[in-house]
């Protein structure tokens, strides 16, 4: 069945350096790719999303970009702050199980002063 | 936008007793509803798939009758733990589309603890 491989955490990086956070999927078909963000305590938020291959998708300094050929969708930000440490979770909707979405396995993110 | 709302956002209970968790597509008609499961340091996990006016769908391992879904109408679904346990301690999360194959919207979740 279709599935989601993230990168492990947690993920410690000081204020204003650089992130990836990799993400590569299987699934029959052409999914839709997304990237969630869980702070703590909270539920979850899209962060951003593609819909078909070579999209990028963009928010608040994050993007990813649908990469049909080697099935990634891996996250990046040029300088990440502290606000930014949550748990990050991609994800793929899959339409031939209902459209429900498929998560990885989610990767921390702790930034540093 | 669209707004799911969740709630009640945390609640404690006793061993045995049931819970019920509403959840609230506040500015749209949701067709389909999800219901999630995160354990700690954990994915989260589909526990079943509701669709307004029809049971709902429950993914293998999930038992039904503990985990009753009810989706009564197109604004809202509502999870019920039955006879709780504390391993039923988890977080529960909803999501809502307009149909099937759109963007579903998540709710802030709800902090289950048995005690």
């Known amino acids: 069945g279709d599935s989601v491989t993230q990168m492990e955490g947690p993920v410690t990086l000081s204020e204003e350096a650089f992130l990836t956070i990799n993400c590569t999927y299987t699934?029959?078909?052409?999914?839709?790719l997304f990237w969630y963000v869980q702070y703590p305590g909270e539920g979850l938020q899209l962060l951003l999303k593609a819909t078909k291959a070579d999209d990028k998708g963009s928010n608040k300094g994050f993007e990813a970009t649908y990469r049909k050929e080697t099935t990634s969708f891996h996250l990046e930000k040029g300088s990440v702050q502290v606000s930014d440490s949550a748990v990050y979770f991609c994800?793929?909707?899959?339409?031939?199980?209902?459209?429900?979405?498929?998560f990885g396995q989610g990767t921390e993110l702790s930034v540093k002063p | 936008g669209a707004v799911v709302s969740q709630h009640p956002s945390r609640v404690i209970c006793k061993s045995g007793t049931s819970v019920k968790i509403e959840c609230r597509s506040l500015d749209f008609q949701a067709t389909t509803m999800f219901w999630y499961r995160q354990f700690p340091k954990q994915s989260l996990m589909l526990m079943a798939t509701?669709?307004?006016?029809?049971?709902?769908?429950?993914e293998q391992g999930v038992e039904k009758d503990k985990f009753l879904i009810n989706h009564a109408s197109l604004t809202l679904s509502t999870l019920t733990v039955t006879s709780a346990h504390p391993e039923d301690s988890s977080f529960y999360i909803c999501?809502?589309?307009?149909?099937?194959?759109?963007?579903?919207?998540f709710g802030q979740g709800t902090r289950l603890t048995v005690v």
């Open positions: 994800a793929l909707v899959s339409y031939n199980q209902g459209g429900k979405l498929i």
């Open positions: 509701s669709n307004e006016g029809s049971k709902a769908t429950y």
């Open positions: 699934a029959t078909g052409y999914p839709s």
């Open positions: 999501s809502a589309a307009r149909d099937t194959n759109t963007e579903a919207f």
